[in-house]
């Protein structure tokens, strides 16, 4: 009995060690099956949250590097044409060229802020703004001196940081040739501007202490580079202009590299402007991308370590994996709030246009910048498209197009805006991207910028009038003159019609010069001006080419006689006596009249005739209209 028993205790322990083991062997094969896909999705999220953390920084370093390159390449661009105006206005008033400057910088305000300097056909210094005591010093082994010394073209060339002799800072310098009026080479005028300028972009935002923007000519030397390495280290430099620079090959893209100048590694954007052999960089630190989601990568970490220690828990965890998610959605959107606010904060306002619902959305900024009431703000592209300069419109919709159906990376364009109260229109640069298309390729989401640009646009067009008009009495000087008699002859041979050209100075000028001054004679070719303005044709051009020379284009006549009228009515309106400063005065002029084809077919063979017409005028005995009589190639009379 007692062996019965012991038997039955034994199978009955037997059992229960069978049903732990069962049990066990089912918890172990749960596991198995349970914690591989748990964690091989967890591994998934991370992986995604990492992929989304690089893609959202590239698209960061992308929309600024669009902005850098504006800024950077309207600032080349104000130089270029500070440059151009500056050599002109050499040619007439050398002397007042201190005051020349100073003019031109209170019309391009804070723009820009350089120094000039002017070297002589052999590279010697003859003029700066910084130390008039550095004149006479040779530059002539300068990059940026010899290469217009070893005459490669009227072009801008840009240079590398050069630690001044004059100054001891660095400085890029931006130089043009000068010529003599013969077309022979005559010097250097550059302009040299801080490197710091151009990168103070950085200084507008906040994108954290690794960020970077730089900017590099071709060939890979750093002009400028914000942060500065240490010790100023990076600034005149070389990097390996093979990342971006390939022949033929895309103007932007997206490269990742340890920097030579810091050591730190980036993801970076650059970005061409071709017609200045440029290159702007934007970059971010790849820790600063890793930092932004470590958080929820160990949260990630922690449930799945919890997951794998009580399989009960799976539920808990997957509502945890689905909370971090979201966070990792609102992460996603507060990152691009920042972006926005980057924008806004450098002055730019932001659109987001929705294609699968037809909506757009703007930021404040926006609609301050198109001056528009809160009630007013438009809910579709159709309705901001409303808002477009009628005379731009077409071009605005076709950029707009263009890129949404791929043919361009990016929309860019800049145009006018209507504005409130009959006030002029406003300019802006407007920027944009597509973010989202559909797995079929239809685009559903785009985001962009809208920047004013009408405080640039008006001093582009204030420093083109001066480059193209004298500064005396306004009116076009040699520069324009040739370029409409160029597009008068084209147009003359197309149409086979005649023109004529009127070349004169003025009788009895320098008496009035030597007896009432010089103030007076301004005033006095002032005046001039106005009546031969009087005496012609909408359709005509007086230009000024000279002290007390004016050249007077007529692009469309009937005949000789029509030319010698109008050359007349010159004459007399220069007869009647001038009443300045209560002074009476008389003078006259010598009118000289060559037409085309008559007389010459071809800009210079025009203008020598019209010139040779003035002096035989002069030869007759002064105060008359001559046509130009003889052959086109006799010598003009040396003055």
Request: proline share 4%; hydrophobic share 40%.
């Amino acid at each position: 009995m007692m062996a019965a028993t012991r038997l039955g205790t034994g199978l009955y322990s037997a059992y229960l060690a069978y049903g732990r083991l069962r049990i066990g062997l089912q918890l172990a094969l749960g596991l198995l099956l349970v914690l591989p896909p748990m964690w091989g999705l967890l591994g998934f999220e991370i992986m995604r949250l990492r992929a989304a953390a690089e893609q959202e920084t590239k698209s960061e370093v992308g929309n600024l590097v669009h902005a850098f390159a504006e800024e950077v390449g309207a600032t080349v661009g104000t130089i270029d044409l500070s440059l151009v105006g500056l050599r002109d206005r050499l040619q007439q008033q050398r002397a007042d060229l201190g005051g020349i400057i100073r003019r031109l910088q209170q019309h391009i305000g804070e723009t820009v802020l350089f120094q000039v300097a002017i070297t002589d056909a052999r590279g010697r210094l003859v003029y700066s703004s910084v130390d008039t005591s550095a004149v006479g010093m040779d530059l002539s082994d300068r990059e940026h001196i010899r290469v217009h010394m070893e005459r490669q073209g009227d072009r801008l060339f840009i240079s590398k940081p050069i630690l001044g002799r004059v100054s001891g800072q660095w400085s890029i310098q931006f130089t043009r040739p000068l010529y003599r009026q013969d077309g022979t080479f005559d010097g250097v005028i550059v302009a040299s501007v801080a490197p710091a300028y151009f990168v103070r972009f950085l200084d507008k935002i906040n994108l954290g202490e690794d960020a970077t923007v730089a900017l590099v000519r071709q060939g890979g030397d750093i002009l400028a580079r914000n942060p500065a390495g240490p010790d100023g280290k990076g600034i005149g430099g070389r990097m390996d202009a093979g990342l971006f620079l390939r022949p033929e090959g895309p103007a932007a893209g997206l490269y990742r590299r340890v920097s030579e100048v810091d050591g730190i590694e980036r993801i970076y954007a650059w970005r061409d402007l071709p017609r200045y052999q440029l290159t702007v960089l934007t970059g971010r630190s790849v820790e600063s991308v890793r930092a932004r989601y470590a958080a929820q990568q160990r949260a990630f970490l922690l449930a799945g370590l919890g997951a794998s220690l009580l399989v009960a828990g799976a539920g808990y965890l997957l509502l945890l994996a689905a909370r971090h998610r979201a966070r990792a959605v609102d992460a996603l959107a507060e990152s691009e709030a920042r972006w926005k606010f980057a924008l806004e904060g450098s002055g730019d306002g932001v659109w987001d246009w929705n294609l699968a619902r037809g909506s757009v959305t703007i930021s404040e900024r926006t609609r301050q910048i198109l001056q528009l009431e809160q009630n007013e703000v438009p809910g579709t592209m159709e309705a901001l498209q409303d808002l477009v300069y009628p005379d731009d419109l077409n071009a605005v919709r076709s950029a707009l197009q263009k890129h949404l159906v791929g043919e361009t990376p990016t929309y860019l364009m800049e145009h006018r805006v209507r504005s409130l109260g009959g006030k002029p229109p406003v300019w802006i640069l407007s920027r944009g991207m597509l973010v989202k298309r559909s797995r079929s390729g239809k685009p559903l989401r785009m985001v962009g910028t809208f920047s004013d640009i009408t405080d640039r646009k008006r001093r582009e067009a204030q420093i083109e009038h001066m480059a193209r008009h004298d500064p005396l009495t306004g009116l076009p000087n040699r520069a324009l003159l040739n370029d409409r008699l160029q597009q008068a002859l084209l147009r003359a041979r197309r149409e086979n019609t005649p023109l004529a050209l009127i070349y004169f100075d003025l009788d009895k000028f320098k008496p009035v010069n030597d007896t009432w001054g010089h103030a007076t004679g301004d005033r006095l070719l002032e005046a001039v001006a106005e009546r031969v303005r009087g005496c012609l044709r909408g359709s005509d051009t007086v230009a000024r080419v000279g002290g007390d020379e004016f050249v007077v284009l007529l692009p469309a006549i009937g005949a000789e006689d029509d030319a010698q009228a109008i050359g007349e009515n010159i004459l007399a309106a220069l007869n009647r006596p001038f009443e300045l400063d209560g002074h009476v005065l008389n003078i006259s002029a010598s009118i000289g009249i060559a037409t085309y084809p008559g007389d010459a077919t071809d800009q210079a063979s025009l203008m020598r005739c019209a010139d040779r017409a003035m002096y035989q005028a002069k030869d007759a005995g002064r105060g008359r209209v001559q046509m130009h009589l003889g052959r086109e190639t006799e010598a003009v009379r040396p003055r």
